[in-house]
């Protein structure tokens, strides 16, 4: 039996691992645009990080984190999102000072789901935090990135950005009311799992997957009925500039988003292209957050973007860089061809050497690898201090002279 790599995870190479990077470079590129930083946060944090914050009853906490001791006792957890972690960072690295605070993270997550299509255990995110503002004009700006983002991947046509408000506490706590008192009606029908959230989470069972849980929610009251005015204001304040940017949106009163930390914007991009994992890039406001976890409170909003949907989406992969082949006749030559190799790697070129082979065989690797030129070395071109260049997409073999041989491939 060959070893394969655990269920749901994947080795990223070729095409997939083009497609991933010209993702994470457009983030990165876009990000900077709109005043982002990096940060690297760590991949493991203390389970307390994500239990507290992302809420016990979300599916994330109850049953996809990677949770172990380690070998001092403390209980650990593979980051299941970046949200949390980065807030811990910006408290840790006492960030608090120096307002607005704008993060941009990349890199793997894990989460135990069952994996199909777009959904993997171990997946990867774009994630951008932006922390200080109250002011609505941070969630327009969060949500134009992202959709200038799906825009230069050239994806933007097959998502729709969903949008809901989630009200600020007094809003959600109205609404919690009367959620409570109409499933408590349907309390014998509702699925176990909405059973449990009836009491703890009832906003969650809006977003049960189980058939009977959907028809007895279908009816509920909606959250936009209990907004009181400053909800109102600020989610009508948000559609306002998301329309003067020219940016279209939806508006889903089922979208509650799976994780607890949310109030006012909640928003997804989301597609018909990937089967059930409909959901691109997801994110809203987190104004608590920051406070609950020993910050002063600092209101923030962010999103985080599934790298994996987004390559999946886009129409063309990206093309491999042409190197220049490099093809050596004879023993005296090969010292040589890496000494040429050397001067040109150094001076920024890509090349190629053929390890092993006759002549024809190396030749037809240069055709293989779509090689932009090859560089030809033999005895002939020793003496004459030359080298045989040939331009492969014209056909043409020209003689350079080894001394002009730079300013000659610059112009190729
Ligand atoms: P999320 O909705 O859990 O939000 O994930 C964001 C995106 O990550 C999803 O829309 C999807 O594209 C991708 N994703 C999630 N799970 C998987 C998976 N198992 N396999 C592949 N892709 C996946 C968050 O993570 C929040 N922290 C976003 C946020 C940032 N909110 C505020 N700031």
């Given at each position: 039996?060959?070893?394969?790599p655990?269920?749901?995870t994947?080795?990223?190479?070729?095409?997939?691992?083009?497609?991933?990077?010209h993702?994470?470079?457009?983030?990165?590129?876009?990000g900077?645009?709109f005043?982002?930083?990096?940060?690297?946060?760590?991949?493991?944090e203390?389970?307390?990080t994500f239990?507290?914050t992302?809420?016990?009853?979300?599916?994330?906490?109850?049953?996809?984190?990677?949770?172990?001791?380690?070998?001092?006792?403390?209980?650990i957890t593979?980051?299941?999102?970046?949200?949390?972690?980065?807030a811990?960072?910006?408290i840790?690295?006492?960030?608090?000072?120096?307002?607005?605070?704008?993060?941009?993270?990349?890199?793997?997550?894990?989460?135990?789901?069952?994996p199909?299509?777009?959904?993997?255990?171990?997946?990867?995110?774009?994630?951008?935090?932006?922390?200080?503002?109250k002011?609505?004009?941070?969630?327009?700006?969060?949500?134009s990135l992202a959709?200038?983002?799906l825009d230069?991947?050239?994806?933007?046509?097959?998502?729709?950005?969903?949008?809901?408000?989630?009200?600020?506490?007094?809003?959600?706590?109205?609404?919690?009311?009367?959620?409570?008192?109409y499933?408590?009606?349907?309390?014998?029908?509702?699925?176990?799992?909405?059973?449990?959230?009836?009491?703890?989470?009832?906003?969650?069972?809006?977003?049960?997957?189980?058939?009977t849980?959907?028809?007895?929610?279908?009816?509920?009251p909606?959250?936009?009925?209990y907004?009181n005015?400053?909800?109102?204001?600020?989610?009508a304040?948000?559609?306002?500039?998301?329309?003067?940017?020219g940016?279209?949106?939806?508006i889903?009163?089922?979208?509650?988003?799976?994780?607890?930390?949310?109030?006012?914007?909640a928003?997804?991009?989301?597609?018909?292209?990937?089967?059930?994992?409909?959901a691109?890039l997801?994110?809203?406001?987190?104004?608590?957050?920051?406070?609950m976890?020993?910050?002063?409170?600092?209101?923030?909003?962010?999103?985080?973007?599934?790298?994996?949907?987004?390559?999946?989406?886009?129409?063309?992969?990206p093309?491999?860089?042409?190197?220049i082949?490099?093809v050596?006749?004879?023993e005296?030559a090969?010292r040589?061809?890496?000494?040429?190799a050397?001067?040109?790697?150094?001076?920024?070129?890509?090349?190629d050497?053929?390890?092993?082979?006759n002549?024809?065989?190396?030749?037809?690797?240069?055709?293989?690898?779509n090689?932009?030129?090859?560089?030809i070395l033999?005895?002939?071109?020793?003496?004459?201090g030359?080298?045989?260049?040939?331009?492969?997409?014209?056909?043409t073999e020209?003689?350079?002279?080894?001394?002009t041989?730079?300013?000659w491939?610059?112009?190729?």
């Open positions: 039996m060959k070893p394969q655990i269920r749901g994947r080795d990223i190479f070729g095409e997939d691992m083009r497609s991933f990077q993702v994470v470079n457009t983030a990165r590129s876009i900077l645009r005043g982002f930083e990096e940060i690297a946060t760590p991949i493991i203390f389970t307390q239990k507290r992302l809420g016990d009853t979300s599916d994330i906490v109850s049953k996809e984190m990677y949770s172990f001791e380690d070998r001092g006792g403390e209980g593979l980051r299941p999102e970046f949200t949390a972690g980065v811990r960072a910006f840790s690295g006492g960030m608090t000072q120096n307002l607005p605070c704008k993060l941009f993270s990349t890199g793997p997550l894990f989460r135990y789901e069952r199909q299509k777009g959904r993997y255990r171990q997946f990867h995110q774009v994630n951008f935090e932006l922390m200080g503002p002011e609505v004009e941070a969630d327009i700006e969060v949500i959709a200038m983002l230069a991947l050239g994806i933007a046509s097959k998502t729709e950005l969903e949008l809901n408000s989630l009200g600020d506490d007094e809003s959600r706590a109205a609404y919690r009311d009367a959620l409570v008192a499933l408590s009606k349907y309390k014998n029908d509702l699925s176990e799992d909405s059973k449990q959230r009836l009491e703890r989470n009832p906003m969650r069972i809006l977003d049960s997957k189980d058939e849980d959907k028809k007895i929610t279908a009816d509920a909606t959250l936009d009925e907004y005015d400053t909800t109102k204001a600020f989610f304040d948000l559609q306002n500039g998301l329309t003067a940017l940016i279209r949106y939806r889903n009163p089922k979208l509650v988003r799976g994780l607890d930390y949310y109030c006012h914007t928003f997804e991009f989301t597609t018909q292209d990937l089967g059930s994992q409909n691109v997801a994110g809203g406001r987190y104004d608590k957050l920051i406070g976890m020993g910050g002063t409170e600092t209101p923030a909003v962010g999103f985080g973007g599934g790298i994996e949907r987004m390559a999946l989406l886009l129409d063309t992969i093309a491999a860089p042409r190197p082949a490099s050596h006749i004879g005296e090969e040589e061809a890496q000494k040429l050397y001067h040109l790697r150094s001076e920024g070129f890509t090349i050497i053929a390890y092993n082979g002549p024809g065989k190396r030749m037809k690797r240069a055709n293989k690898i090689a932009i030129a090859t560089l033999g005895e002939d071109e020793l003496k004459s030359s080298v045989t260049v040939k331009q492969m997409d014209l056909g020209e003689k350079v002279a080894t001394g041989l730079l300013d491939l610059g112009r190729v």
